[in-house]
């Protein structure tokens, strides 16, 4: 009601601040009114400095000289307060007014599910996949049979929690997929007392991942008997799971290691090394790009190997710690301390209460190479003779793992040992990478790498979980590309990417709230003034919960001709995921 039918007014949603609507000024005055009553609830959020900074944008399109700027916020923490501040736009403004309009006065009890991690990083059919659940009471005072369901095609599963005051609590589901491609699903705690959840946005994750199809591998090795224990176990369908056909699961291309330069490494999902003599430096520079790249490799050096040119070419290229020296052992040396909780050995073993059972698995090792730990190196297997016999190198995107001995009797028994079968099978699908699928924030940048054909018709299409919303395309011209959705992400939920003409997934991602969102303290009028002052240099008015709106802003003006000007004003309605229904929560 204080703005008059000549102001040139701007409105816009947080939310949708960065969208070419935002600089295009409302004309009837009516149509704002529409707009507030219409107005729903994003799942999108902005930091205080992106909104100052696209506020500036929305207020250099306005013709007339006197500018106003309205923040309406609950005066939430998380929002306005930002360890990094990238935005100092308005502060040479000195024909513009700054308002804060804060909304409500107290903060609203809730309890969010933070976190949802997958704990397993190796997907196969039929075999339990480890799912944690982490929820975060913000209240002063305990919640108590609080009900978490698992939802994953047709299973559901539900755990119940008590969380005490200002404190989490976690809990793990298990469930095991039954076909190879993408799955998902949602983990939602159910808001089943609202006097101690009252705000529901923040109570589902959703995740997905991916249980490959085929995986794309590449055998090098010195010679052909060098590889005949690793090309039985990809023989033995046991190997693997009990519900999947080893003959279908692999591509399998055996070359002789000389020829590695030879070969598009990116065609392969992993690569196994077996007593390679030497690297020369071409070779090591190809490694480095494929590992660098997301390709993983399983290296045994052997007999024949030169371990001097190893850490000169593959270790120094890859900036890994160099290998020690061959050692023979007078004593059979046998498996001391195992990584468990290492995705290649998690759920291998049964575990007794003392976690020390590595003796009836334990194979003898007779020689090998003493591995070197350090900088991005893991030791998952340590020997008895104080050596590691299986390393995990990180290096960019990839992974390599190292072990200290060929696969073969002269080196010890090791193939010959139950426990050979999995680890080699599950060192294999760990290297290759084709698992991890990121979660997503709605609204925020989400590059994912998309192949393309190379053509200017190559298109991809973005389907939303809302089936009233169409998919969106996207051009990817050129070779692979590195592609950011996060603008199509405008909800929470699993979005799937595909090629367009294609029902296949290219990829499931799943799209989840801001967490920062959960924590719902609050700023009061003067540490707002403050943060303003000190940290952007903008003298804002603030006009608490209490004060009458219209008689506030007509104050403000006080003194000032205003009318003289077509005014210009910038209403940045801060409408954060909850902020609707907390709202009317408050007012009850």
């Known amino acids: 009601d204080a703005i008059s039918a000549d102001d040139e007014v701007f409105f816009t949603t947080v939310s949708g601040i960065s969208s070419s609507g935002s600089t295009i000024p409302y004309k009837d005055l009516s149509k704002i009114k529409d707009t507030l ?15 100052l900074y696209y506020a500036e944008g929305i207020l250099s399109s ?6 106003e700027v309205y923040l309406v916020t609950d005066g939430q923490s998380s929002f306005l307060k930002n360890d990094v501040v990238y935005s100092d736009a308005l502060k040479s403004r000195g024909n513009m007014n700054f308002t804060v309009v804060l909304t409500g006065s107290r903060n609203a009890n809730n309890i969010s599910m933070d976190t949802v991690n997958i704990v397993s990083k190796i997907y196969e059919k039929a075999r339990p996949v480890k799912i944690k659940v982490k929820l975060n009471n913000h209240n002063n005072f305990n919640s108590v049979n609080k009900s978490v369901i698992i939802t994953f095609g047709s299973h559901k599963e539900e755990k119940v929690l008590d969380v005490p005051a200002n404190t989490s609590d976690e809990t793990e589901f298990i ?4 076909t190879a491609g993408f ?18 946005g923040d109570n589902r994750q959703y995740f997905s991942f991916y249980i490959p199809e085929k995986v794309n591998l590449l055998i090098a090795s010195g010679s052909p008997i060098d590889a005949e224990y690793i090309k039985a176990v990809l023989n033995i369908s046991e190997a693997i799971s009990q519900a999947t056909d080893i003959t279908t699961l692999y591509n399998i291309k055996e070359i002789n290691a000389a020829d590695i330069t030879g070969e598009n490494l990116k065609a392969f999902n992993s690569i196994i090394i077996i007593n390679k003599p030497s690297f020369s430096e071409k070779e090591a520079v190809i490694l480095k790009e494929y590992i660098d790249g997301g390709g993983g490799a399983v290296i045994y050096p052997g007999a024949s190997t030169d371990i001097s040119n190893y850490n000169n070419t593959i270790m120094k290229e890859l900036d890994l710690p160099y290998i020690g020296g061959k050692y023979y052992a007078e004593t059979p040396a046998k498996f001391e301390k195992i990584d468990y909780s290492h995705p290649v050995f998690e759920g291998i073993f049964r575990l007794e209460a003392d976690k020390n059972n590595t003796s009836i698995e334990s194979p003898e090792i007779l020689s090998g190479f003493s591995l070197s730990g350090g900088r991005n190196a893991l030791s998952i297997v340590t020997l008895t003779n104080g050596t590691n016999f299986m390393e995990e190198y990180s290096k960019g995107k990839g992974k390599l793992i190292m072990f ?24 294999i699908l760990y290297t290759s990478n084709l698992n991890g699928i990121k979660s997503a924030t709605a609204g925020s940048d989400y590059f994912a790498e998309i192949p393309a054909a190379g053509n200017s018709n190559d298109t991809v299409l973005v389907t939303p979980p809302v089936e009233s919303q169409n998919s969106a395309k996207i051009v990817l011209p050129g070779e692979n590309k590195l592609v950011n959705f996060g603008n199509e992400f405008k909800n929470t939920g699993i979005y799937r990417i595909s090629s367009a003409g294609s029902s296949d997934d290219m990829l499931r991602v799943p799209v989840n709230f801001d967490i920062s969102e959960t924590r719902t303290g609050r700023m009061n009028s003067g540490e707002i003034e403050t943060l303003f002052k000190d940290t952007y240099g903008i003298n804002a008015n603030v006009i608490s919960n209490e004060d009458v709106l219209t008689a506030s802003v007509i104050d403000l003006r006080t003194g000032k001709d205003l009318w003289q000007y077509f005014l210009a004003l910038a209403v940045i309605f801060l409408i954060i995921e909850y902020l609707l229904s907390r709202s009317l929560l408050r007012n009850k």
């Open 37 to 51: 009553v219409n107005l729903k609830t994003s799942e999108v959020t902005r930091d205080l400095p992106e909104v």
């Open 62 to 67: 306005a013709t007339h000289t006197h500018k």
């Open 175 to 178: 469930i095991k997929p039954e």
């Open 183 to 200: 799955s998902s699903g949602s983990i939602e705690l159910v808001q089943n007392d609202i006097a101690d959840d009252e705000i529901s």
């Open 404 to 427: 200290a001995s060929s696969p073969d009797m002269a080196s010890g028994n090791f193939p010959v040992k139950n426990l050979f079968s999995p680890v080699t099978i599950r060192s």
